[in-house]
């Protein structure tokens, strides 16, 4: 099975624009969530989806939105990016029952905000 | 607040070695839990992971042990390689919402 894609893997963005970052979970998986992970912050839960539905949100001012697809695909958006934005964005996957709570990694997609 | 903590950045052990990760939270629902490695420029993989019904779960080299009374979860890796250098995360969640809390990091070097 292939993995968890992200695209793009880096990009650079000039504050107060905005950013769609995209994620394909492993076939079959229907729950996404995406992180922040900065330098000593470890990883943030940003949010999780679960057929198309937003389930659980982080503490993220609401400039951090996402959706998910019906092919259960998702994207990330940020609007009005703000320095402090810049860190590595990551997505996971995970499957039904009873493996429910294991959780697989993209490689992320890198963002600089200038 | 951080509710999982990894207290140690970083360790560093002799090849062949026990390499032994801690981790601490305090949020007492909390009821599962998982560690990950982390390479530069990669995504986490995920290593193992422990409901809290349970207070030992081994995989291969790779065993953890929970403590619920301590709050306290350790990973060890039996015996250490080279290639374990990385970055390790634990990370726990509450019942039913696969919302997961990550630690800082732990930072492990296995020298050869």
């Known amino acids: 099975k292939a993995g968890v894609t992200q695209t793009p893997r880096y990009l650079i963005k000039t504050r107060g624009q905005q950013v769609t970052l995209s994620c394909s979970p492993i076939s079959g998986h229907r729950s996404v969530s995406w992180y922040q992970q900065t330098p000593g912050q470890g990883l943030q839960f940003l949010f999780e989806y679960f057929s198309e539905t937003q389930r659980n949100k982080g503490n993220f001012p609401g400039r951090f939105s996402g959706r998910q697809f019906s092919n259960s695909r998702s994207e990330m958006n940020v609007s009005t990016l703000e320095l402090g934005d810049s860190a590595l964005y990551l997505c996971?996957?995970?499957?039904?029952?009873?493996?429910?709570?294991?959780?697989?990694f993209g490689p992320g997609t890198r963002l600089t905000v200038t | 607040d951080q509710q999982v903590k990894q207290n140690s950045p970083s360790l560093s052990v002799q090849e062949g070695r026990i390499s032994i990760l801690n981790c601490d939270y305090t949020?007492?629902?909390?009821?599962?839990f998982l560690w990950y490695k982390k390479y530069p420029a990669e995504g986490p993989t995920f290593l193992i992971s422990?409901?809290?019904?349970?207070d030992k779960n081994e995989d291969g080299r790779f065993t953890v042990f929970l403590n619920k009374s301590a709050k306290h979860l350790s990973l060890h890796i039996v015996p250490s390689q080279p290639g374990d250098s990385a970055v390790y995360f634990c990370?726990?969640?509450?019942?039913?919402?696969?919302?997961?809390?990550f630690g800082t990091g732990t930072r492990l070097k296995v020298l050869a």
């Open positions: 996971a996957s995970r499957p039904s029952p009873p493996l429910s709570y294991e959780q697989y």
């Open positions: 990370a726990a969640s509450e019942e039913g919402t696969y919302k997961y809390i």
């Open positions: 949020n007492s629902m909390f009821d599962y």
């Open positions: 422990i409901s809290s019904i349970k």
